[in-house]
């Protein structure tokens, strides 16, 4: 079985300090990774993907992620936070094998909230 | 790069009526186009799949006759609430996907959503 866990529903930093944003998966095959973003009443925003090349990803915005197969986890961060990456972030885990081949499977979400 | 354009962005209707959003991809072809639903502060939630030429994979729990998904050509695909009621109130995004699942090698690009609010 397939599942995203996105350990935080809500994430509050300052302005200028590092962000981390936690992603735990559980797949029966090796998954395809992604981070979206969304601001309020907009579509996502694809930030970054893995997709079993480097471990270590880069995306816009300053956004990294590293893919931990040991750990399950694709953690997102970002060194220095603005006041515009406030919004949803979600986890996104696709399946590139089996009966749910190319299936997107969403994390609930974490709000990432910026102070001045 | 890849655009996915949805219309309209609101839309307001009364409670019985019918209401049609489009979803387009812009400058690629997308053999199948994905809908979700999204309630307030929640995830997205797959309502259906659909595939150029053929009927729609609907999720379950998904009415089908309610939530009527045509995808007539490999730029176009519409869904249209039928019977609207203010339950159906949400916001509706599409998806779009280029290239062959086979393949692994595909993406799936979204659009910026429809906010339907049913009176």
């Known amino acids: 079985a397939q599942s995203v866990t996105q350990l935080d529903s809500h994430v509050s930093v300052s302005e200028g300090t590092p962000v981390l944003l936690r992603c735990n998966y559980s797949?029966?095959?090796?998954?395809?990774l992604f981070w979206y973003v969304q601001h309020p009443n907009k579509g996502l925003q694809l930030l970054l993907k893995?997709?079993?090349?480097?471990?270590l990803v880069k995306g816009i915005n300053g956004f990294e992620a590293e893919f931990k197969k040991s750990e399950t986890s694709f953690h997102l961060t970002k060194p220095s936070a603005h006041m515009s990456d406030a919004a949803e972030y979600f986890c996104?885990?696709?399946?590139?094998?089996?009966?749910?081949?190319?299936?997107?499977?969403f994390g609930r979400g974490t709000q990432l909230t910026v102070w001045p | 790069g890849a655009v996915v354009s949805q219309h309209p962005s609101r839309v307001i209707c009364k409670s019985g009526t019918s209401v049609k959003i489009e979803c387009r991809s812009l400058?690629?072809?997308?053999?199948?186009m994905f809908w979700y639903r999204q309630f307030p502060k929640q995830s997205l939630m797959l309502m259906a799949t659909?595939?150029?030429?053929?009927?729609?994979?609907?999720e379950q729990g998904v009415e089908k006759d309610k939530f009527l998904i045509n995808h007539a050509s490999l730029t176009l695909s519409t869904l249209t609430v039928t019977s609207a009621h203010p339950e159906d109130s949400s916001f509706y995004i599409c998806?779009?996907?280029?290239?062959?699942?086979?393949?692994?090698?595909?993406?799936?690009?979204f659009g910026p959503g429809t906010r339907l609010t049913v009176t």
């Open positions: 998806s779009a996907r280029v290239g062959s699942a086979m393949s692994s090698s595909y993406e799936q690009y």
């Open positions: 797949s029966s095959y090796s998954p395809s």
């Open positions: 893995y997709t079993s090349a480097a471990t």
């Open positions: 996104v885990v696709r399946i590139d094998r089996g009966s749910t081949l190319g299936r997107l499977y």
């Open positions: 400058d690629f072809q997308a053999t199948t």
């Open positions: 659909s595939n150029e030429g053929s009927k729609a994979t609907y």
